[in-house]
C-alpha cells in the first residue's frame, strides 16, 4: 500500500512563509509523479504544482508563479511545497497526491493515491 502524509499547515499572517512536506510510504516515492492541490470551501479543487518523477521538470499554476515551489528529495521520500509571499486568498486544504502518469500531473485524475490534507490559514 501506498500512504501519503501532509504536515506544515497551519496560521500564517498574509506575506509570511510556509512549507508543507509530503512523505511517500509504502513505496519508493521516486517512482511517482508527484502533485499539490487545494481546494478552498464552497471551490473546486485546483492544481497548484506538479513535478516529474524525476524532478526535471515542474509545473505552477500561474496565481502562484514566483511565490510557490515545487520540489522533491527522493532520497527522503519527501516531496515539498514552498510557499512564500502568502495571500489571503491562498486560505485552502492542501492535498499531496501521487500517480504513474508520465510527465506532469496537472489534473486529479491523473493521481492514484492522496494525501488527507493539511490546511493552510492566511489571515490578514
Known amino acids: 500500500q501506498v500512504q501519503l502524509v501532509e504536515s506544515g499547515g497551519g496560521l500564517v499572517q498574509a506575506g509570511g512563509s510556509v512549507r508543507l512536506s509530503c512523505l511517500v510510504s509504502?513505496?519508493?516515492?521516486?517512482?511517482?509523479?508527484m502533485g499539490w492541490f487545494r481546494q478552498a470551501p464552497g471551490k473546486e479543487r485546483e492544481s497548484v504544482a506538479a513535478?516529474?518523477?524525476?524532478?526535471?521538470?515542474?509545473y505552477h499554476v500561474n496565481s502562484v508563479k514566483g511565490r510557490f515551489t515545487i520540489s522533491r528529495d527522493n532520497a527522503k521520500n519527501t516531496v515539498y511545497l514552498q510557499m512564500n509571499s502568502l495571500k489571503p486568498e491562498d486560505t485552502a486544504v492542501y492535498y499531496c497526491?501521487?500517480?504513474?502518469?508520465?510527465?506532469?500531473?496537472?489534473?486529479?485524475?491523473?493521481?492514484?493515491?492522496w494525501g488527507q490534507g493539511t490546511q493552510v490559514i492566511v489571515s490578514s
Open positions: 513535478i516529474t518523477r524525476s524532478g526535471g521538470t515542474t
Open positions: 509504502g513505496r519508493t516515492g521516486s517512482r511517482f509523479a
Open positions: 497526491a501521487a500517480g504513474e502518469v508520465a510527465g506532469l500531473g496537472t489534473i486529479a485524475s491523473s493521481y492514484e493515491y
